[in-house]
């Protein structure tokens, strides 16, 4: 049971690159997340969905798009990169209710120099 | 706009101390509380605290939630060195089970 699982783990790119990346579950999970980790910062919410087909806003949404079109997976975009966006990035999925566990991905580091 | 404040930011001990990590939040809605240790990758999960469930153990560490007080204590006894990491506290908001997260307490345990 992988439980969640994010790629690329490592990536550098050059200011204006795009990426994209992917976060998949095989926990039947219906929410998912995307979190940043900034040193000092803690995690801060990007974007989540509550269901496949659906995304939502979080804390500081700007420069990154998501989509999920499939259950499993939530793919998070970045149109044109800013050394601002350097951070780890988190994935986490759970359930659907306020008593479920929210369970995280390994992190995806990511410069952009 | 929700907040979760965490104190000390960062703690050194000897090995075999008790500490004790500090969380406060100010939320328009809170369903439940949660603390993670993260060592060098993902947030790895301790405990939930909810209005039913205000307290925890398990093993040497426990926590309490002070709804009054809108705050919850960590409490790790006999502190070893695999305990150094950086403590989260997250509050639970219930929309979409979105979390909220204090900057965390780094905590290091020297022999």
């Known amino acids: 049971n992988a439980g969640v699982t994010q790629t690329p783990k490592f990536r550098v790119l050059k200011t204006g690159q795009s990426m994209t990346l992917l976060c998949a579950q095989d926990?039947?999970?219906?929410?998912m997340y995307w979190y940043r980790q900034d040193p000092g910062m803690g995690l801060r919410l990007i974007h989540y969905s509550v269901g496949e087909g659906t995304t939502a806003k979080g804390e500081v949404p700007d420069g990154y798009n998501v989509s999920r079109l499939k259950k499993q997976n939530f793919l998070l975009g970045l149109e044109s990169a800013a050394p601002s966006q350097t951070s780890v990035y988190f994935c986490?999925?759970?359930?659907?209710?306020?008593?479920?566990?929210?369970?995280f991905g390994e992190g995806s580091w990511l410069t952009v120099v | 706009e929700d907040k979760v404040v965490q104190s000390p930011l960062s703690l050194v001990v000897h090995e075999g101390d008790t500490v004790t990590l500090n969380c406060s939040y100010e939320?328009?809605?809170?369903?439940?509380l949660l603390w993670y240790k993260q060592e060098k990758k993902a947030p790895t999960f301790l405990f939930m605290l909810t209005s039913s469930g205000i307290e925890k153990k398990s093993g040497r560490l426990s926590s309490i939630l002070d709804k009054k007080e809108l705050s919850s204590i960590l409490n790790i006894t006999a502190t070893q060195t695999g305990d150094s990491a950086i403590y989260l506290c997250?509050?639970?908001?219930?929309?979409?089970?979105?979390?909220?997260f204090g900057t965390g307490t780094r905590l290091q345990v020297t022999l």
């Open positions: 939320v328009t809605n809170f369903r439940s």
């Open positions: 926990m039947n999970h219906e929410y």
């Open positions: 997250a509050v639970n908001t219930g929309t979409a089970s979105k979390l909220t």
């Open positions: 986490a999925s759970t359930g659907g209710w306020s008593g479920n566990t929210i369970y």
